[in-house]
T-cell receptor, first 112, second 116 residues
Framework: SQQGEEDPQALSIQEGENATMNCSYK?????LQWYRQNSGRGLVHLIL?????REKHSGRLRVTLDTSKKSSSLLITASRAADTASYFC????????????FGTGTQLKVEL | GAVVSQHPSRVICKSGTSVKIECRSL??????MFWYRQFPKQSLMLMAT?????????EQGVEKDKFLINHASLTLSTLTVTSAHPEDSSFYIC????????????FGPGTRLTVL
């Protein structure tokens, strides 16, 4: 079963704009991770945020985590055509060992 | 670092045959690897957790006799789809847990299986 819902399901923006994707989950977590998947390829790990962290940055990526609302957001600033991909959040549940539970994903298209 | 490979990247087989997919962690040791299945435009669904030196743990609804998993070394796990049928056609992705970090998983490039 899937833990997370992501919205929007699909997002189309112009190059240079910012893209924001949201992830909501249902149960307590140890950490939340964001992954990118290009069409027909494997997943690339983008960023991990622990349950006691509120915000994390990596290059053009900014992730926030609100455990009271059970939600996270991924912001990609100054988007590029190469950012076109599907983005998934995934959680490690509190007490759930090491299994990742994936959200439904957001398909991002960045147009020139 | 933290590179995971999968082989083959793509396989087409006839119904009734068995197919083996390999997952290797190239530059780190992985006591735990995971196997996922992904249908077009959908998310990843965990099939099983592969533990080095012990039996795999399968998720509910996944037939262990259909999807045989072997994790014989700290860098290799294999998934064998036995007596494959067209409904087994899918994208299979493995991942390896990187214990040196926060238990991040690093993913292989996936294997596209088509059963005719």
């Amino acid at each position: 079963s899937q833990q997370g819902e992501e919205d929007p399901q699909a997002l189309s923006i112009q190059e240079g704009e910012n893209a924001t994707m949201n992830c909501s989950y249902k149960t307590s977590i140890n950490n939340l991770q964001w992954y990118r998947q290009n069409s027909g390829r494997g997943l690339v790990h983008l960023i991990l945020i622990r349950s006691n962290e509120r915000e994390k940055h990596s290059g053009r990526l900014r992730v926030t985590l609100d455990t009271s609302k059970k939600s996270s957001s991924l912001l990609i600033t100054a988007s590029r055509a190469a950012d076109t991909a599907s983005y998934f959040c995934a959680t490690i549940l509190a007490g759930g060992g090491n299994k990742l539970t994936f959200g439904t994903g957001t398909q991002l298209k960045v147009e020139l | 670092g933290a590179v995971v490979s999968q082989h083959p990247s793509r396989v087409i087989c006839k119904s009734g045959t068995s197919v083996k997919i390999e997952c290797r962690s190239l530059d780190f040791q992985a006591t735990t690897m995971f196997w996922y299945r992904q249908f077009p435009k959908q998310s990843l669904m965990l099939m099983a957790t592969s533990n080095e030196g012990s039996k795999a743990t399968y998720e509910q609804g996944v037939e262990k006799d259909k999807f045989l998993i072997n994790h014989a070394s700290l860098t290799l796990s294999t998934l064998t789809v036995t007596s494959a049928h067209p409904e087994d056609s899918s994208f299979y992705i493995c991942s390896a847990e990187w214990l040196a970090g926060d238990n991040e998983q690093f993913f292989g490039p996936g294997t596209r299986l088509t059963v005719l």
